[in-house]
């Protein structure tokens, strides 16, 4: 005779996970496999879960437990207040990469349909989020990863948003003069040799996304070296970059010709972006 299978609560789940990760983080996980809120869980504590969901709740606490992100594992995150689809070819977008957004718009938001180039596009919340602000239809991103641009095009289509994707090694398959009036990008841009790249989050995340050269510099000064021949005159660069680059970023766009360079804070005050304008 086979034993009943006896039900958990909510409070129950919850209780067992908070042996194992965060309460947060339980909470959160529970949320996702429910697809229900915060205040549902907390005024129906004695419900039972559904044995499916049970299960569902200790695989992915147990895989949080390991220090898998939060992100992967709900297939989600937040930027510039939409929830973007993302998984492991993909980085985990944050929150100081919305800088990029708000300089932009401050640049571009009285002009009409900027033509907008974003590089190293990986889950999309740039291009995405751009095409939304400044309502273009003229924007094109660019990533060498054909999964990541899959993730991208996924959320290009769950925000009904007209982007053009392009698998290239940066500008490598644009045509010869074609040209914007914005270009943005997130590049890779940690040390080969960090040891951050073995702790947290950084270890589950797409390494090539991530690194670049002894320096972390490579990807930037590619992109900064190619930016001149596919700006329009009197367009703008804006590049996120590491805590300690912006002196070195800056170094790069005055090396390439640009105007106004600048650099600016991101919401823990470290120099986050840096940005010109091409002349020409």
Known sequence: MNTPLVEISIAEALAWARKHIQPPEARLLLRHICRTSAAHLAAWPEKP????????????????????????????????????????????PRPETELLIELALAHFATIACPKVLDLGTGSGVLAVTLALELDSPGVTAIDASHDALAVAATNALRFDTSISFLQSDWYAQLKRGELFQLIVANPPYIAEDDPHLTRGDLRFEPLTALASGQDGLRAITAIVAGAGRHLEDNGWLFLEHGYNQAAAVRGLLADAGFADIASWKDIAGIERVSGARWTG
Do not use: C, H, M
């Open 49 to 92: 879960l559904p044995a499916v969901q049970w299960d569902t709740f200790q695989y992915l606490v147990k895989r949080r437990a390991t220090g898998e992100p939060i992100a992967y594992l709900t297939g989600e995150r937040e930027f510039y207040g939409r929830g973007f689809l993302v998984n492991d070819s993909v980085l985990i």
